[in-house]
């Protein structure tokens, strides 16, 4: 992965007003949006489809101040929005980025569903930890993959032209840094060179790339690793060679709720809506209710890195509206049984310790005790033990959040703060606006950034080759 220096006039075998490197959800809105505006494009996407981080998530994306919002009274805006990711970021992320994105969710969500006949709805019953209101939308079955062939079927719909199996491994710049193309590798090791205009990187981050989750993430290098393959940090080190800013390196998403053995995440709606987690002594160890994120650090430090999620049949019927759920239930990973002491026997816990952990849970459900870890279970069901149900879980790391720094137009900074000529990035391969560490991730801030700084970096892409003089003669 290099930036190799070319004359500016350097000739290439084929040239794009815009290149897009990688065909997740940031590249599919980044490529829309630039084809919108009229420029042809050309998404570069490694692997045989376009699938990325996006397909591996539930898809969900957060807005503010909708149509959706409105009709149901819920009171919410780009300001809450705002406030919201800040105080979960400890005010750590680029504040003129996090009000950018929050002002443009809305209309993000109402240009997918109207211009591009994206299938997102609202997604009611229950807020995310970190949000203070309902605002999270998904496609019908709440399933990144279903979210992808969306984007990818509007992407085909006008025109754009999808490359697969084309890893990108250089970026070919002039003494300016001015991006004049790429070098792409092919699956039979043969390489070509496309030229551009301007370059948008879509690319992802470097969660699956050992070495640089040691040195940037080193309270994760236990974690397992539920992400795309592809995370091996192409835009971070291209960005270092450049010269660019990197910012947040420390940040990621991980997640409290892996079923162990099995890969499928158990979502965190049970939790907030009356779950928690015991070790294997049967034991409750935090608050769970704090975030997902930070959750997974907490669940590695326990015996075997293990814990189990409890729940009932409230809270089993809820999650049957999420297909990750269902691939669980079908896949075996959720154990059932009548009563406490079965349930016990059946995950090999003392009987008497889970009996006891619910017992305190039940007694602060009531109000008749404090949570000594905080938490508040005042506000859902006390849990029916008559019929219980548990999952093995781990802590995974799903992505990173920390990338190159870009400013609200999603154009990548130099070390100085000067933006590159054409260099525009979202999704994984730009800073995210998690702040720094696991617990400033709120649930949806990897696809705003990805649909938000996008379609932004698709639209000043095509709007900066719009302002550019023609060539003289």
């Not at 149900?389 to 070390?415: C, I, M, P, S, W």
Request: proline fraction near 4%; aromatic fraction near 6%; include cysteine.
């Amino acid at each position: 992965m290099n930036v190799e220096l070319a004359e500016a006039k350097h000739e290439f075998e084929i040239s794009y007003p815009v290149i897009v490197v990688g065909g997740g959800a940031c590249g599919m809105c980044a490529a829309l949006a630039a084809r919108d505006a009229g420029q042809d494009v050309l998404i570069l996407e490694q692997d045989k489809s376009p699938m990325g981080t996006t397909a591996m998530s539930t898809g969900l994306i957060p807005a503010a101040g909708t149509l959706e919002q409105s009709e149901l009274g819920i009171d919410d805006s780009p300001e809450i929005f705002a406030q919201d990711v800040q105080r979960k970021a400890d005010n750590g992320a680029d504040s003129a980025v996090v009000k950018r994105l929050a002002k443009e969710s809305a209309e993000t969500i109402t240009w997918l569903q109207n211009k591009h006949n994206i299938p997102l709805s609202l997604v009611t019953g229950f807020t995310y930890p970190g949000h203070s209101a309902q605002r999270m939308y998904g496609s019908p079955n709440r399933h990144g993959g279903e979210l992808m062939a969306n984007l990818e079927r509007a992407a085909n719909d006008i025109g754009v032209d999808i490359l697969t199996e084309a890893l990108v491994d250089d970026l070919v710049v002039d003494a300016e840094q001015n991006v004049l193309g790429v070098r792409v590798r092919r699956p039979d090791g043969s390489k070509e060179e496309i030229g551009c205009s301007a370059l948008i990187l879509a690319c992802c981050g470097f969660a699956g790339n050992s070495d640089m989750v040691a040195k940037y993430t080193p309270d994760m290098t236990n974690a397992t690793f539920h992400g795309h393959p592809g995370n091996k940090g192409h835009a971070v080190r291209w960005g270092e060679a450049l010269g660019a800013e990197l910012a947040d390196m420390s940040a990621y998403q991980g997640h409290g709720g892996l079923a162990h053995g099995y890969g499928i995440p158990i979502l965190w709606p049970l939790i907030m809506e009356g779950g928690f987690q015991v070790n294997r002594n049967g034991e409750r160890f935090s608050d769970e209710s704090k975030g997902y994120s930070e959750q997974a650090v907490k669940v590695i430090a326990q015996p075997e890195n293990v814990a189990w999620s409890i729940f009932d049949q409230r809270l089993y019927d809820l999650m049957l509206a999420f297909e990750d759920f269902k691939d669980a239930i079908n896949a075996g990973a959720i154990i059932s049984a009548d009563g406490v002491e079965s349930l016990a026997t059946k995950l090999k816990l003392p009987s008497d310790k889970l009996q006891a952990t619910i017992d305190d849970v039940s007694a602060c459900a009531n109000a008749n005790k404090s949570d000594a870890y905080g938490r508040d279970f005042t506000k859902t069901p006390e849990l029916d033990t008559g019929r219980l149900y548990a999952a093995k879980v781990t802590g995974a790391l799903f992505h990173t959040q920390g990338g190159l720094a870009v400013n609200e137009d999603a154009r990548v900074l130099r070390t100085n703060g000067e933006a590159f000529p054409n260099l525009f990035a979202g999704g994984g391969a730009a800073r995210g606006i998690s702040g720094a560490g696991a617990s400033g991730y709120i649930a949806g801030n990897g696809l705003l950034t990805a649909t938000g700084l996008g379609k932004i970096a698709g639209r000043e892409a095509a709007k900066q080759l719009e302002l550019k003089p023609a060539p003289l003669d």
